[in-house]
Each structure stands twice: as C-alpha cells, then as structure tokens.
C-alpha cells in the first residue's frame, strides 16, 4: 500500500521560504507522477505542482510558477515543495499525491492522483 507522509509546514512572514518533503513508500513509483495540492478553508483543493517521477519533467500553476520548485530524490523516495516569496494567499493545507499514470509532464487533474497524504498546515502572516 503506498503511503505519503509530508512534513516540513509551519508559519512563516510574507517574503519568506519553507521547504515541504513528501516521504513515499510502498511501491516502486517508476511510473508515477507525483503531485502537490492545497486547500485553503472554504475553499476547492487546487493544483500546485506536479512531476514525472521517472524523467523529473515538471510543471507548476501560474499562481506559483517562479517562486515555488518540485523536485523528487529518487534515492531517497523522497518529493520536495521549494517555496519562496511567499504570500498571505499561499495559506493552506498542501496535501502530497501520487497518481498512476505515464503522463511526462505529470497532470494538473486531481482525478489523475490516487494517493495523498494527510496535509501539512503552512501559515503565511502578512
């Protein structure tokens, strides 16, 4: 069974960094892309940044494109969220997922994802 564990939120100033990690465990993930997602209260989970676990292709939401970077350890089974200049508005829950599919650049669908952590609270103060 695979399980996603993230780690690495907390509060932070507007302006500053954080760096999420996503421990992955419980399959071989060679044909997986790996995604991150947030949810702010009342709000619909949204796409943040997706890659191709095998060719580390990337993509990212316009909202965050420039100052937030994916990445993947494949030594390590490890998913990284580099997030810089954040903004009051990056306030959310940011969940991990790993979906089965071979798409080269990952997917910004969330119906493409059938795993997910269980989220990690970043606060960004204004």
């Known amino acids: 069974q695979v399980q996603l564990v993230e780690s690495g939120g907390g509060l932070v100033q507007a302006g500053g960094s954080l760096r999420l990690s996503c421990a992955a465990s419980?399959?071989?993930?060679?044909?997986?892309?790996m995604g991150w997602f947030r949810q702010a209260p009342g709000k619909e989970r949204e796409f943040v940044a997706t890659?191709?676990?095998?060719?580390?292709?990337?993509d990212h939401a316009d909202s965050v494109k420039g100052r937030f970077t994916i990445s993947r350890d494949k030594a390590k089974n490890m998913v990284y969220l580099q997030m810089n200049s954040l903004k009051p508005e990056d306030t959310a829950v940011y969940y991990c997922a790993a979906g089965r599919q071979s798409s080269p650049y990952g997917s910004r669908w969330i119906g493409h994802y059938d795993y997910w952590g269980q989220g990690t609270q970043v606060t960004v103060s204004s």
């Open positions: 419980g399959r071989t993930f060679s044909s997986y892309i």
């Open positions: 890659i191709n676990w095998s060719g580390g292709n990337t």
